[in-house]
């Protein structure tokens, strides 16, 4: 079960540029299994805040966009490793059955994600580590709030195939 770490981190941005810098400040916080859920309206800020993500971690900020025509971007470093993934899913149905489709969550295992309109079968699938909330205030200025998630070893017992055969799977959660 995860549980949040401390109360809420809020922050007041007035510009693109200011939840950018923000946004590439919470970057240096991440690693690669961290899963970042971007929570806000259609237009609040959601993309703003995966391209500052991107830019923190290293990627060429300029190529961030909403993922939400071909649901998964990949942003690479200038030496050409992964560096962050942006999952929209604002397109797709809450179901277990089309995230499986998208090979989720291993298609995006070994770098940090950020997720667009997270729904329950994305919680289930991929926990997050860090809930941003990104509201519109007075003259289009946004408060963006920010949950982390502590991290949690659990075990999970897989029932045997074979008589005599019994899987235990050890993972790391966040």
Known sequence: MRRETERPEEFFSTSEAETESFAGRLAHELDSEDVVYLIGDLGAGK?????????????????????????????????????????????????????????????????????????????????????????????????IRVRRRSREVTMTAEMPNEPGRAAANLRKRR
Not at 71 to 85: K, T
Not at 112 to 124: N, T
């Open 47 to 143: 993309t703003v805040f995966a391209r500052g993500l991107a830019a923190g971690l290293g990627a060429v900020a300029r190529e961030v966009a909403s993922p939400t025509f071909a649901l998964l971007h990949e942003y690479a470093a200038p030496g050409g490793a992964i560096v962050m993934r942006h999952l929209d899913l604002y397109r797709l149905a809450d179901r277990a059955e089309d995230l499986e489709v998208l090979g989720l969550p291993a298609a995006v295992a070994g770098a940090p994600i950020a997720v667009e309109w997270p729904g329950a079968a994305i919680r289930a699938a991929l926990a997050p580590t860090r809930e941003v909330e990104i509201d519109q205030v007075d003259r289009g200025d946004r408060r």
